[in-house]
Nanobody, 125 residues
Framework: QVQLVESGGGLVQAGGSLRLSCAAS????????MGWFRQAPGKEREFVAA????????YYADSVKGRFAISRDNAKNTVYLQMNSLKPEDTAVYYC??????????????????WGQGTQVTVSS
């Protein structure tokens, strides 16, 4: 089992920045690729970003590429999502997730075995 706890969400004006954190506990954090997903009201959960076990590979949804950055600190068992130039359409609950088998399907919800409870991000116009 891996327990994940997100933090760092909040209310920000358009153009602002937030940094989300996801603290992991349980099994060895470095054995898991990590992803960030988000879900807006009335919409399906969607992929935002993913990072490989050691952090050497990162992937982004087209909608956030160039604005968001995913990173991890395996010594602290934490993954981050730096969000810059935020837009109202980024408003959603953001979830981190852990995947023990990182492959080309990193963008699929079903690939991830463990999920946090989510943190709300609201971007006002």
């Amino acid at each position: 089992q891996v327990q994940l706890v997100e933090s760092g969400g909040g209310l920000v004006q358009a153009g602002g920045s937030l940094r989300l954190s996801c603290a992991a506990s349980g099994r060895t954090f470095s054995n898991y690729a990590m992803g960030w997903f988000r879900q807006a009201p009335g919409k399906e959960r969607e992929f935002v970003a993913a990072i490989s076990w050691g952090g050497g590979s990162t992937y982004y949804a087209d909608s956030v590429k160039g604005r968001f950055a995913i990173s991890r600190d395996n010594a602290k068992n934490t993954v981050y999502l730096q969000m810059n130039s935020l837009k109202p359409e980024d408003t959603a609950v953001y979830y981190c997730a852990a995947d023990p088998e990182f492959d080309s399907y990193y963008y699929l919800v079903i690939r991830y075995d463990y999920w946090g409870q989510g943190t709300q991000v609201t971007v006002s116009s």
